[in-house]
């Protein structure tokens, strides 16, 4: 059976972003994780557009998993903000690799064209 321990969102109903994404420990003999996702939105610092980025977020895990619903309400928390999609990329990654604590991360952010250019943004950090 799975530890649970310290998971307040999964099995809740919740209506709200969260700040940080939550964590189990991991299985062993997991090598890589990766969650893929077409909807996380911010604002454009500048000009207050909304932009819509594709995420992809690969670890390698160290003694933690990152548990998927809190990752979805952690994500959700940028359709309000204003950033930058080189400094979303990076802020993602910041937050996996303190949290969930991997051996490597890697997110890459590909944001959707406005304007007919598409940015894609890599952050890749080691334990």
């Keep these: 059976m799975s530890d649970t321990t310290g998971l307040t969102v999964l099995g809740k109903t919740v209506q709200h972003s969260i700040e940080h994404v939550e964590v189990f ?11 893929d996702t077409d909807e996380v939105q911010s604002i454009c610092p500048v000009t207050n557009q909304p932009d819509i980025s594709s995420v992809s977020i690969e670890y390698e895990p160290g003694d933690f998993c990152i548990e998927s619903k809190s990752l979805k309400l952690y994500l959700w928390g940028f359709r309000d903000r204003a950033v930058f999609a080189e400094a979303l990329a990076a802020e993602i990654a910041g937050e996996v690799m303190a949290t969930a604590k991997p051996r490597r991360v890697c997110v890459t952010l590909t944001q959707h064209p406005r304007g007919g250019i598409t940015i894609t943004a890599v952050s890749e950090l080691r334990a």
């Design 25 to 35: 420990p991991a299985p062993k003999n997991i090598s890589s994780v990766t969650f």
